[in-house]
């Protein structure tokens, strides 16, 4: 059973700078692509980034050249390095991993960017 604990959200002020980490435990290895998701109240909740095996990655334009994902093996973990925030980024994000045809998700952490 895969399970992914999510960290690092809280309150920062617009422009600011947050790094969220999603620590991984269970049968996952390096070529199970993971994500991070958010939702954002009276919004349906929308991709933010997915990284691949070999380290490829997505970003959703909203956030591109702004958010960087990254991943430690080693360590089962993938982080959400998120700068110059904005407050349309406040929202509760998840992390998501994808092994075979499942999907597991995590508790979510909560961003709230303040002006």
């Known amino acids: 059973q895969v399970q992914l604990v999510e960290s690092g959200g809280g309150l920062v002020q617009a422009g600011g700078s947050l790094r969220l980490s999603c620590a991984a435990s269970g049968p996952i290895f390096s070529w199970n692509p993971m994500g991070w998701y958010r939702k954002a109240p009276g919004k349906q909740r929308e991709l933010v980034a997915r990284i691949f095996s070999g380290g490829s990655t997505y970003y959703v334009d909203s956030v591109g050249g702004r958010f960087t994902i990254s991943r430690d093996n080693a360590k089962n973990t993938v982080y959400l390095q998120m700068n110059s925030l904005k407050l349309e980024d406040t929202a509760v994000y998840y992390c998501?991993?994808?092994?075979?045809?499942?999907?597991?998700w995590g508790q979510g952490t909560q961003v709230t960017v303040s002006s």
């Open positions: 998501k991993c994808t092994v075979g045809p499942m999907e597991y």
